[in-house]
Nanobody, 123 residues
Framework: QVQLVESGGGSVQAGGSLRLSCAAV?????????MGWFRQVPGKEREGVAG???????TYTDSVKGRFTISKDNGKKTLYLQMNSLKPEDTATYYC????????????????WGQGTQVTVSS
């Protein structure tokens, strides 16, 4: 069965960097499934941050363009989110997701989710 295991979260000062990883265990779905990174803060809707669609196209939410990079390693069955120039407003719990809705990689319609990893950015 498919399992997603996240890592890489932590605390960093504004301007710093973190790289989140999401490892898949079981089925090699990275080749065919859409994948993405989402984040959520208490009291707010979960927000799509970056996504890779079925055709390989990549989409970012406007607030992270130029700072975040989503990528995947099919051999390692791992999804990454490189986060540079972090800002306090990036503070959230970040989730990886797989098997989303075709054409809508930043929408919350995924079948598989990681457990979440906390990212805290201080001023």
């Amino acid at each position: 069965q498919v399992q997603l295991v996240e890592s890489g979260g932590g605390s960093v000062q504004a301007g710093g960097s973190l790289r989140l990883s999401c490892a898949a265990v079981g089925y090699p779905w990275y080749m065919s499934d859409s994948m993405g990174w989402f984040r959520q803060v208490p009291g707010k809707e979960r927000e799509g941050v970056a996504g890779i669609d079925v055709d390989g196209s990549i989409t970012y939410t406007d607030s992270v363009k130029g700072r975040f990079t989503i990528s995947k390693d099919n051999g390692k069955k791992t999804l990454y989110l490189q986060m540079n120039s972090l800002k306090p407003e990036d503070t959230a719990t970040y989730y990886c997701a797989a098997d989303g809705l075709r054409g809508r990689p930043l929408e919350d319609w995924y079948n598989y989710w990681g457990q979440g990893t906390q990212v805290t950015v201080s001023s």
